[in-house]
């Protein structure tokens, strides 16, 4: 099937039930997001801050780009100006940087806060207590050019079923702690992230209402030559 296709169906699914479609675009060239454009998306993803900014500037200025990939804080600064949501803030240290910036560019930067929920080392994310620790701090309470927007996780990547329903449950079981304990009178903590082309029907299951989606809608990814030092 299409591009625009698969997004108009994955729209008609998720519409009714409330769920924001993340079209993660990572290599994806500009017609292939033009399609979706054209199709009606506007929210899209992308690991690589070198990669975003170029399509940034190339494509209709409507478009909500979303960081969904790890971020170093020297990267920072070139997404500030108009970056709609960070994914994937996994430290004190990356979001005091955001916040400097977004305070530079006179806006207020939407983010969530990436948990490490898989049974694997190599991805990023907060721990729960570390998480509860950087929420209590006077760190975090004095930034004010950033909002948090909720939690984001990213399952095992496992064919067992079992265990990445269990990982979405506990983000989450955290989510609805963290925004009682921390976030009950502010309306905004209302985004949970979770589940990508492989497992999102598993996370709308046990609550996402945000999925990144990429080959389900682009197709199997091809590898193009940005330089990886993001």
Do not use: C
């Not at 969904?68 to 430290?91: C, E, R, W």
């Not at 760190?139 to 079923?161: C, P, W, Y």
């Amino acid at each position: 099937m299409s591009i625009a296709t698969n997004i108009e169906s994955l729209q008609t699914d998720l519409a009714p039930i409330g769920v924001t479609l993340v079209a993660v675009s990572k290599t994806k060239s500009n017609e292939e997001i033009m399609e979706a454009y054209e199709a009606g998306q506007r929210v899209f993803g992308e690991n690589m801050v070198q990669e975003m900014v170029e399509k940034y500037e190339a494509l209709p200025k409507d478009i909500a780009w979303h960081q969904i990939g790890h971020l170093q804080t020297n990267k920072v600064k070139y997404i500030a100006p108009f970056v709609s949501m960070i994914q994937s803030v996994d430290s004190i240290k990356v979001l005091k940087e955001i916040d400097k910036h977004a305070a530079k560019n006179h806006r207020v930067i939407d983010y969530l806060l990436q948990i490490h929920i898989a049974d694997e080392e190599s991805k990023f994310g907060f721990d729960h207590a570390e998480l509860i620790e950087m929420l209590r701090s006077e760190d975090f309470q004095s930034l004010k050019h950033v909002r948090v927007r909720g939690l984001m996780g990213i399952a095992t990547n496992t064919e067992n079923e079992k265990v990445i329903k269990e990982e979405f449950y506990e983000l989450k079981m955290l989510f609805d702690g963290v925004k009682a304990s921390f976030f009950r009178r502010e309306d905004s903590f209302d985004t949970l992230s979770m589940g990508m082309s492989s497992d999102y029907n598993l996370a709308i299951e046990k609550g996402a209402n945000m999925i990144r989606l990429g080959s389900t809608i682009f197709g199997k990814r091809v590898v193009k030559h940005y330089k990886n030092n993001d």
